[in-house]
């Protein structure tokens, strides 16, 4: 059984019903039993697969990307390259292996920075990323980072950062809180009547469940702002909606499948949905200019994702490579090109994608 599962529940006992919010970041981060701070959330033997793990073309066009980016905001030198939420240092890897190749200036002007909150975490990326003889720095929070130009990678960053949601009755928004059953186990309950902030310009119908993200909105608000005051170049990449609407996206991943949410706190991972229109309008209220969302699919391959697949399949096992492309790219089944989509904030605008496309990609 979870060790925070009985703490979850003596709490709700003495104080009554949690927000959603609450239970996600003691589920996630509590430093003694959190899925994070204990687990090994990524690959074969962890619960989930993220795209910089499926393939080095991932992290290669996100490198090319990078360098494009920093001579479009004019060459700062020095500029932090940071990524927030580095997992196991894969794709940092492949993005310094990448840009140590396209431009020697980049490399030279470049201060790597890793934003982890996670000492396990921490101590992994050092050791993935010890052979490129780069001094690099740790930091627990953005705003620890030096006031210089950044360029920023991040991915599935957000989808990690905690909700909260609200359930129209048919007549008023009420919290959806975790509180205990008639036998003692985690359950959803409503909370008193609450208007939540950011709702859709839209009739809800009843049982309508609304996600609001305040926390989310809070970091995308402060990327924004560096940007927007010292320079450079955001990349994001997650999974979610172009557009804000009405739906339950909270859900739990153990073993790679789908588990009941609320069922073994801090032994499997919890993520929802990210809303790519609100983090869009909040990334441009912080001053910053903002692409469109984009289908993580159409912007791997207006970078060059079929070409470089190419080259790889040509140097080795072809079968292999076409399938990683087809997984980052595709729109079927267990398939990453539909379902994760990018946005890309900047201190200007860019001649790239996924700025330089006609549409938004819904």
Known sequence: MSA??????????????MSVERFWNIALFDKDAGYYTTGTPIGA???FTTAPEISQMFGELVGAWLVAAWREVGCPSPFL????????GTLMADILRTVMRLDLDFAKAMRVRLVETSPRLSAMQAERLAPFDLPLRHVERLGQLEPLPLLLVANELFDAVAIRQYRFDGANWRERLVG????GA????DGPASQPVGLPDKAPTKGAIFESAPL?????????SHVTSHGGAVLVFDYGHARSGFGDTLQALRGHAFAPVLADPGRQDITSHVDFERLGAVLGAAGAAVS????????LFALGLAERAKALARKGDPASVE??????????AGEMGALFRAIACASRPLALPPFAVATALD
């Open 4 to 17: 925070l599962l009985p703490r979850i529940a003596a709490a709700i006992a003495g104080s009554g019903p």
């Open 45 to 47: 033997g962890g619960d």
């Open 81 to 88: 390259l940071a990524e927030f939420g580095p997992g196991r």
């Open 180 to 183: 205990l059953d008639a036998d």
């Open 186 to 189: 985690l359950a959803f309950v």
């Open 216 to 224: 989310r909105e809070a970091l995308a608000a402060e990327i924004g």
């Open 292 to 299: 469109p969302a984009m289908e993580q699919g159409a912007l």
């Open 323 to 332: 399938a990683a492309a087809r997984r980052l790219a595709g729109t079927g």
